[in-house]
């Protein structure tokens, strides 16, 4: 330990970890590697950096649209390192160091595995995370989905239009804003006035649809007061709903986390 002073710790060997208290519990931590010449890294999910290689990249920890963290990566010296703390946070792969920051968090939790391949250490972190069910043969063809499907005779005739060219089509998707209501997980029958049928006919041509579910519960939705008597929404840390601004909706968004709500 080099110093510790109002319950903040810095401490090197074999790296920096730092924690600054940020009150009720929680701490601003830090974790500081040193950085080697020549080190590429791989991962971290879905992120718009523009390389493979993530050196000189710094990525911040959080989910929206088109980016999707897991902090997890692999590095060309035959190691990988998950950083296991539930919070907003960054990352930065720099020259001279590399920096995981975590914004608000208990604990400093990470996993570091090793192997002789790549295959290996994904491996190990599979063991350690979850393995993923078998993917199946049906979803490894082509998927059709745009911005949006607002009927459901656009659906068809799209997807008419890929068996008249003689085209392979395994899923079609049918996005957002194909609900009555939000929060009411099902189509709209305005637009889409017989599903049954329309099942059928991509059944026909060997496909499958997907519809895209949204997390948002509106409150003129049929399932919302359910939900809010038992609980099933994210909440902040003093009980208080949190919403999101769709359209005219201040909707709520369900707690995943909540075996009910799933």
């Known amino acids: 330990i080099l110093r510790e002073h109002d319950y903040a710790v810095h401490a090197h060997n074999p790296g920096t970890r730092i924690f600054r208290p940020k009150g009720d519990g929680l701490f601003h931590?830090?974790?500081?590697?040193?950085?080697?010449?020549?080190?590429?890294?791989?991962?971290?999910?879905?992120?718009?950096?523009g390389k493979v290689n993530l050196k000189g990249s710094v990525?911040?920890?959080?989910?929206?649209?088109?980016?999707?963290?897991?902090?997890?990566?692999?590095?060309?010296?035959?190691y990988g390192f998950l950083w296991n703390n539930p919070s907003l946070g960054r990352v930065e792969f720099g020259t001279n160091r590399t920096r995981w920051v975590s914004l608000?968090?208990?604990?400093?939790?990470?996993?570091?595995?090793?192997?002789?391949?790549y295959a290996d250490i994904?491996?190990?972190?599979?063991?350690?995370?979850?393995?993923?069910?078998?993917?199946?043969?049906?979803?490894?063809g082509f998927w059709q989905c745009k911005l949006r499907y607002e009927t459901q005779e656009e659906f068809l005739d799209v997807a008419q239009g890929?068996?008249?060219?003689?085209?392979?089509?395994?899923?079609?998707?049918?996005?957002?804003?194909?609900?009555?209501?939000?929060?009411?997980?099902?189509?709209?029958?305005?637009?889409?006035?017989?599903p049954g049928a329309?099942?059928?006919?991509?059944?026909?041509m060997g496909a499958r649809i997907m519809i895209s579910p949204w997390v948002l519960v509106s409150p003129r939705s049929e399932n919302f007061q359910h939900m809010k008597e038992h609980n099933m929404f994210i909440t902040s840390k003093d009980g208080r709903k949190d919403s999101v601004r769709f359209g005219r909706d201040n909707a709520c968004q369900y707690d995943p986390t909540n075996p009910e709500a799933a």
């Open 198 to 204: 329309m099942v059928r006919e991509m059944d026909e």
């Open 104 to 117: 608000g968090c208990r604990q400093l939790d990470y996993f570091v595995t090793t192997g002789d391949s």
């Open 59 to 78: 990525i911040d920890l959080y989910q929206r649209h088109v980016k999707h963290v897991v902090p997890f990566v692999v590095s060309s010296d035959g």
């Open 29 to 49: 931590t830090e974790l500081h590697l040193a950085a080697r010449d020549g080190e590429r890294f791989y991962g971290m999910g879905l992120n718009a950096t």
């Open 122 to 140: 994904m491996s190990n972190y599979a063991d350690a995370t979850g393995h993923a069910p078998e993917f199946p043969y049906w979803a490894s």
């Open 162 to 194: 890929f068996k008249r060219r003689g085209l392979p089509l395994a899923v079609h998707v049918i996005d957002f804003c194909h609900w009555d209501v939000l929060g009411n997980w099902r189509l709209d029958p305005g637009s889409w006035p017989d």
